[in-house]
Each structure stands twice: as structure tokens, then as C-alpha cells.
DNA sequence: TTAATCCTACGTAAAAACACTTATTTTTTA
DNA sequence: TAAAAAATAAGTGTTTTTACGTAGGATTAA
């Protein structure tokens, strides 16, 4: 007779944290641990080498060689049934459009208390998804919920003169100032810079800048 | 008679991480956590009411309101008899440069293992302070190991609240989101920022997100 | 040729950033 | 302990950014 306990694999590159959850979680009577993985080709590994699979994953989105981006899509799409719960530092609309659009069951901020993960792992494993009320709340915001994303980690394709228009911004000069240096109107300034924003998932100038340094657009 | 376990307090914003530390110190027969802060206001709220010190605090460097960095610093000035055990995500130069001088006795990253933490804590409570090999290794790389740091950048200081804002501001937040997370009028965000636009010599977000960069007050 | 993409440009309105000033509280220091 | 300095907080006014829509001309590919 099979164990009706939930399984769960963590991901997080980060031991110290992946040990403590494990703690937290060996606890509950009705969650077994199974599989460890410090980045997301561990995981994949396990998945696809080892029969006994897990009910759930928590899986951290920062992690190296394979994110948790990536693995999330690699595995919603190869396994369904086994439901992810991602964890991050933080809330932030770009994150979650994305974590649901690839197939997250829930959400989880790693400053949430034990009792919450708990709670949101046994959720999750009874429904198909949860999200909590921070969660729900963001949602709301968005405007298309669907289609007003694009990846965090996706490459973003940008035509030269957007790239130009990026790393004048880049440089702290506005819009009139790139207007004189490039020979065309603020205007038009205006729109490549609006098509950055949208290109990038940034929210102003400051996530045009991250996104520049990120990408290799401007070096330090 | 008093007990001669060694007395931690945490000290770390994500409270999954923190409770997962907890769960791992508790297995250890000698150690007791006394104490768990979700910032450095926290901390040196309980150091200064309470009497019962601990010996070692684990110290995250990324907290809000104020940050491992600033409270090591008001910390080895107060309570020179307290020991600080810096955690960071990543082991930068400038960070081990830094904590080194202002008095953290060492240093884990994340991703280290629980065994290698609990070694760290005894050795640390054993002797004054213990770096391990990686840490050594990057402190030889040193040309001048206390003067050769932020030689190109000029020494700006900025207030905690600032690099609070500044933090936030590179979150791509603007006025009235960090207004609120800081419980604080969106006007004295912008003077925030603006004071921070004078002393970093920006022109703009764009110039502080650089800085913050550049100066490591936020890590990519 | 049609479709698609890119660069260009403008209008309107709202939101946010930025500049400047003032006031209160906290910390330093004389 | 009082004065000075620094940090924090907040108001007013101007400039810039941002959202959203529209649209013509150039280039390229199906």
C-alpha cells in the first residue's frame, strides 16, 4: 500500500534555506520530502530518471544553470500532474504574470510564515491552484491579465533604434536631450521609450536601466 | 544556575528562512536561539531593552527599514561583546571588504551548508572570529586590504533612509508605492529622492539605479 | 501585392518626477 | 545643557514621464 502523504521536491540553490524549509515541512505529519534540488537541472534529472515523483514542487525562481522559470515550463509541460508552488523575495507584477502564465500553481513570498506555506501546500494539493489575497490583489491591477506580460527572463528582442534610445537613457539624458542627439523629435523619443517599457515588463526608467545592465546593453 | 549554551538571535526579513535557521540551530544540544527580528530595528530594540543578550547574532545584510550592514555597525560599537555572523546571498568583495571592517566576526552565504553554519557559529563563540577558506581566499586578492576599497567611486554617504528609498526606487517603485511601504508622506519620498539625486549627482532615476548598482546597495 | 515591421510623429491627459522651501525631530558637539 | 547640525517630514509649483491612441512612409518578406 502506497503512503498517502503529500511529496514534495524543493528547489532553491540556496542550502541553508532549502534545509530549513525541509525542517519546517518534516514537521507535518502528512508532507514527506522526497528529492532535494539545488537548480532546476537536478530537478529535471530526478523527474525524468526516478518513478517516484512528487506531488508538488517548491521551487525557487533564482536559482543557476536552470532557473525556475524554465524548469516550471519544462515540467508543467512534461509532467501536469505535479503541481509547482514558486517562491520568491518578491511580489512583483511581472513575476507573478509570469509564474502564472507558465503554469504555477501558486505563489509563495519568502517572507510568508511556516503556517502559511503549510497552508498554501495543502491547498494547492487538494485544488489545482491557490493564490492568496496579495496575490489576488495584483491580479486585479492588471489591465489585460493575460496578454501584458512579457518574460522577465524571456529574451526581448529590440531594434536598434530602441537600443539606442536605451542606452542614451542609460546615460540620464530625457527625451528632448535624445531628441537633439539622435536628430528627431521628443515625440518620437517618447514612443521608442514607451516601446521599451512594454518590451521589458518595466514599469518606468529604473527597470529600463536594470534591464539594460541585465542584458549587457550598457557595462559597468 | 544559568545555561552555558551558546545564545543566538536571527536576524532576516524572510521569515521562511528565518524559522528554517531556527529549526536547524534547535537540533544542535548547545545552542538556544533567544531571539528573531525581521529587521535591524527589531534587533536593537530587543539588545537595548532586554538583558538577556545573546552571544551570536546571524545577520542578514538585506533587511528594510534597517539593514544588516547599518545594525552591525551600531551593534559592535554598543555590545563589543557580541559576536555578528554576517549572511549574504553572494560573497562580493566589496561586502566581505566592508563587513570585515565594520566588525562582523564572519560570514556565511546562503547556499552554505548547515553543517558548515554550525561549525562557523562554534568556531566564532570559541574565538574571536573565523573566515573560511573562500572568504580567505578573496580577502589575499586584496592589493591594499582596508585602504584599495571605493577608490574610483567617491565616497558618498547616505542616510538609512535613503538607501531605503534608493532600494526601493531600483525596485521600480515610484513616489507613492514606496510612501506607503514606508509609511511616509509621497512628498518626503521625493525629498528623499531628490536628496539623493544631489549627493549621488544624478540627473535622474536612471543615475540612482546606476549608483545603487555600482555602489552594491542593490546586487543583480 | 499584401502583410508585417520599423521608424517616424502628434494629441491629450494623467501620473510621476523634480526643484525649491519650510518645519519638526533627532543627534552631535561645543 | 544649549546651540548647531543632520535627518526626517511635508507643502507648492514646474517639468517630465507615462498611457493610450492614431497614423503616414520606408523596408522587407511571403
Do not use: W
Request: hydrophobic share 45%.
Amino acid at each position: 500500500m502506497m503512503s498517502d502523504k503529500i511529496k514534495i521536491a524543493l528547489a532553491d540553490d540556496e542550502e541553508l534555506f532549502r534545509k530549513g524549509i525541509y525542517f519546517l515541512l518534516q514537521r507535518e505529519q502528512n508532507f514527506e520530502v522526497i528529492f532535494e534540488a539545488a537548480n532546476g537541472n537536478q530537478l529535471i534529472d530526478f523527474l525524468t530518471t526516478n518513478s517516484n515523483r512528487p506531488d508538488i514542487i517548491l521551487m525557487d525562481l533564482k536559482m543557476p544553470l536552470l532557473n525556475g522559470v524554465e524548469a516550471t515550463k519544462l515540467i508543467t509541460q512534461q509532467f501536469p500532474n505535479i503541481k509547482i508552488i514558486a517562491l520568491t523575495s518578491y511580489n512583483t507584477k511581472s513575476f507573478i504574470a509570469n509564474m502564472i502564465e507558465i503554469g504555477a500553481a501558486s505563489f509563495l513570498v519568502k517572507n510568508a510564515s511556516p503556517k502559511e506555506m503549510i497552508f498554501t501546500i495543502n491547498e494547492v494539493y487538494k485544488k489545482a491552484f491557490y493564490y492568496n489575497e496579495q496575490v489576488i490583489k495584483i491580479l486585479s491591477e492588471f489591465k489585460f491579465p493575460i496578454e501584458n506580460r512579457s518574460d522577465f527572463f524571456e529574451k526581448v528582442e529590440l531594434t536598434s533604434r530602441e537600443r539606442e534610445v536605451l542606452e542614451l537613457i542609460c546615460q540620464q539624458f530625457n527625451s528632448t536631450e535624445i531628441a537633439e542627439q539622435l536628430f528627431i523629435s521628443p515625440r518620437t523619443v517618447d514612443t521608442h521609450r514607451n516601446s521599451l517599457l512594454f518590451k521589458t515588463n518595466s514599469q518606468n526608467i529604473a527597470g529600463l536601466v536594470l534591464f539594460a545592465i541585465q542584458n549587457k546593453i550598457v557595462i559597468l
